[in-house]
């Protein structure tokens, strides 16, 4: 009698243990897949932009932008160069906020910025090619068309506030940032590189921690993330070639990913051909 309970014992807990193990496997494919959705949503996919044939499946912004209309990232995302760094053997990735075209009702906020990266993926390995947030370096430039040389913007640390580091806010100027680093500005691209993502964490604080009443909810501004290649590491102009822009989505109170994938020998043509892309090599380390 002992013994066939002790059989019974090991046999239910056998089938526990691999309850609970299937469950883990169909949990991290349901996270892995919604992770691939999003990572999809910051380039491509509803809504998708409506203002130019040549980027009928990227993704329009999440509202409007007061960038020239002579930009083609205006209305949304872009791939631009994509993966064609041609004689470029270096890059380096950015970010950057608006805020809306039509002005925010709520203005005393500061952005936090947090856990800023880009890897390459090379040798069958993900590579930390930037960690941004080390050495962080942002300016203000005139919203419309980038026309000046940049107001250097100081950083305020929050490492005792979830991390990173925040900037404020100043009517009429758009925040852009990157890694600083001297003497070598840009990341030496591998031989034969896959992929290039980039991500960023942002949210919106408030910009004086006595202010009461901040509706957070009210506040209207918009970030996208994205890379551009060099000529070589210490260039300091980049000749626009520009990897891609991401879909700008609207920043909260809230932490929210911002991500650029770029990868695949060709421009996606369609949504699968992309998701295909990213589903054909480990997701990046953060995940």
Known sequence: MKKNIVTILGICSLFILWCLFNGSISSRNIDSNKIVDQIVYDHMGEPYRDDNPNYNIWGKHEGNIPISNSFDWCK?????????CGVNKALSSWGQIFEAKDGSP????????????????????????ENVSKNI??????????????????????????GGVSYDYNHGKLIHWWKKQWPVYRY?????FEAIFISCEIR???????????DFDEAV????????????????????NGLSISRHKR?????????????????????SEYRNQILSRPLPPIY
């Open 106 to 129: 709520v203005k005393n906020v500061r952005f936090q910025i947090r856990n800023h990266f880009m890897y390459i993926y090379s040798d069958n390995k993900w590579i930390l090619a």
């Open 137 to 162: 370096e942002a300016k203000y430039f005139l919203e419309q068309n980038f026309n000046d040389t940049g107001e250097t913007l100081k950083n305020h640390s929050e490492t005792f506030n979830g």
């Open 76 to 84: 949304g995302a872009r791939p631009k160069d994509w993966m064609n």
């Open 204 to 214: 919106l604080i408030q910009s004086n921690v006595t202010d009461k009443g901040v």
């Open 188 to 192: 030496k691209l591998p031989k034969d």
């Open 251 to 271: 920043i909260t109170s809230r932490w929210k990913t911002f991500t650029a994938y770029i990868a695949g020998e060709s421009i996606p043509k369609s949504i």
């Open 221 to 240: 501004f918009y970030a996208g993330v994205g890379a551009d290649y060099y000529l070589n590491t210490n260039s300091v102009s980049q000749n626009n």
